[in-house]
């Protein structure tokens, strides 16, 4: 099993989720997170102090999913949510020791 | 229902007071002299009580706006102090502030009033005999003139906000509003040595506002800054506010409120002058809000490239507090200069304070004792009856008394019970640390 984390612009989303879905996968974990990366902040202003806002909100997903379907899911999340300008994103793949679905105690592949 | 029985049922209503079934009402002979007279003090009476509540409005305008320019740790904290000191206020007024105010004896000629000297309200259903037909009723003087007490009040807990504790912040409350302000607003408004003078303060430019940015000032420098807020080589870090929305509610409110503090300050509503003077100050004191906050906009849209909505609403509420001490004589286009440069004189001084290190949340001491300053000079310009000195000397006098007994009590609050909270709490943010209580508990992680 792998363990797919991937870095997307928040307006992405829906159109990730809905792509992942038609391709099999059966569920995700969506976190609201800030970043940096090639695309750095900005600055602002308050009542005539200048600040530095050096992170921008992106969204995190972290999928599990079976070794077979794992470079599917890179390539549908690549696909999707790029835009072709900087802060578009980064998506990581790492291996999972195991898997339990809590309802009913299946395990590994049966639980994904 | 239907027109056929709609009809005989209007017509049977209609007739009722005829036939006599109408409730007793007081049978009092009186001429028509005496009627009109009457009728003047129920009016002015009206005003006391309509423009009270609308002052009172102010205080959920202070309460929102201060609520969205803080930071969200702070929020329920700064809601309690608002809270608390307008009950405070509303209290100490009746304790001792009202009579201290309005003295019917002087303990000393012009300059202070009767120490506790409780509030009496008149006796129920009082007659033409027990009141003075020529004002207005006790309990609405009374009512009306406490909420002015309160919204001093509000002004410092702007400025202090973040990292001032609770009960010390009260406490000072408790002797602003039961002393500060009445022993300086009956120099002008009681009929004390200021109005002998000349001096003119319609409705409180100095009497209230730069006496609150007085106390507030006071307060800031005694506090000192919230930790963080300036760097090294004079940076300014900004602390955003956390609802926007809320600030500006919180300034419409505000400005809706002005409208009774400003219009009651009148004092009659029984004549045709009267309210036609009534009608002036409220088209005056709305065209100053506007000018403010146009000001504001066009300026920071020049100065910073874009326009700061907080900077818009301290605008307007500064061109409201430049009318204040003179709503009445000037004419729209006069109000809107007036207004106008108290918010000019925001966006200027905003910075000017964090350059001087002076710590003040949402910029009360610009809004109140500046524009302030500046409404109370300019009355001379649109009142004959006032000369630029006579309110130079009435600003200076009220100020330099309300700064430096401020200074004395915050610095003995300071020394016997402490005024800021610890480092560590201000860190934490104030809802958590001193009072248990997240204003927003499902956003975070507690």
């Known amino acids: 099993m792998k363990l797919i984390i991937a870095a997307i612009k928040p307006f992405k989303l829906e159109e990730v989720r809905e792509a992942l879905t038609t391709i099999g996968v059966r569920g995700m974990m969506v976190t609201e997170i800030k970043g940096f990366g090639t695309q750095s902040g900005h600055t602002e202003i308050y009542r005539g102090a200048e600040y530095a806002v050096n992170f921008v909100p992106k969204v995190k997903l972290e999928i599990v999913v079976a070794d077979t379907l794992a470079e599917q899911v890179v390539e549908t999340i690549a696909k999707t949510a790029q835009t072709g300008k900087i802060g578009d994103g980064k998506i990581f793949t790492l291996d999972v020791d195991s898997a339990l679905r809590v309802r009913t105690g299946e395990t590994d592949g049966d639980a994904l | ?446």
């Open chain 2, 1 to 446: 229902m239907n027109i056929k029985t709609f009809l005989p049922l209007a017509a049977a209503a209609a007739l009722v007071p005829a036939l006599g079934l109408a409730q007793e009402a007081e049978e009092v002979a009186v001429s028509a002299g005496e009627a009109a007279a009457h009728t003047q003090f129920i009016l002015n009476t009206l005003l006391f009580l309509v423009g009270g509540f609308l002052v009172f409005w102010m205080a959920a305008g202070f309460s929102m706006l201060e609520a969205g320019l803080v930071r969200s740790k702070n929020v329920t904290m700064q809601l309690t102090k608002n809270v608390g000191l307008f009950s405070i206020a509303a209290i100490m007024y009746w304790l001792v502030g009202f009579n201290l105010m309005y003295p019917g004896d002087w303990l000393i000629e012009g300059w202070l009033g009767p120490f506790f000297s409780p509030t009496v309200l008149e006796a129920v259903g009082v007659g033409a005999d027990g009141v003075d037909v020529t004002y207005a009723s006790v309990g609405s003087d009374f009512f009306f003139q406490l909420m002015f007490a309160a919204t001093t009040a509000s002004i410092v807990s702007g400025t202090l906000a973040e990292r001032v504790k609770l009960w010390p912040f009260l406490l000072f409350v408790v002797v602003l509003t039961g002393f500060i302000y009445p022993i300086e607003a009956s120099w002008q408004w009681g009929g004390g040595w200021l109005s002998e003078a000349g001096f003119s303060d319609f409705a409180g430019s100095t009497l209230v506002h730069a006496a609150g940015g007085f106390a507030a000032l006071a307060g800031a420098i005694v506090l000192g800054a919230r930790k963080g807020k300036y760097g090294k080589d004079g940076k300014v870090n900004a602390m955003p506010g956390s609802n926007l929305a809320l600030a500006t509610l919180g300034t419409f409110i505000l400005w809706l409120g002005w409208f009774g503090f400003n219009g009651g300050s009148q004092l009659a509503m029984g004549t045709i002058g009267d309210v036609a003077d009534v009608s002036r100050i409220f088209a005056n004191t709305n065209m100053a809000a506007a000018a403010g906050a146009v000001a504001a906009l066009i300026l920071t849209q020049v100065i910073y490239k874009k326009v700061d909505l907080t900077m818009v609403l301290n605008g307007a509420l500064a061109g409201l507090v430049s009318i204040t001490a003179e709503p009445l004589a000037p004419s729209l286009f006069q109000a809107l200069i007036i207004g106008g440069i108290g918010g000019v004189i925001v966006v200027f001084t905003v910075p000017l304070l964090d350059k001087l290190k002076i710590d003040d949340v949402v910029g009360a001491i610009p809004v109140h004792l500046i524009a302030g300053l500046w409404g109370t000079f300019i009355v001379a310009w649109t009142n004959s009856d006032a000369s630029f000195g006579t309110q130079i000397l009435g600003f200076v006098a009220i100020g330099a008394f309300v700064f430096v007994v401020s200074l004395v009590v915050f610095y003995l609050i300071k020394m016997i019970i402490g005024l800021r909270v610890s480092e560590e709490a201000e860190v934490k943010g104030l809802d958590r640390a001193e009072l248990g209580m997240e204003a927003y508990p499902e956003f975070t992680n507690g």
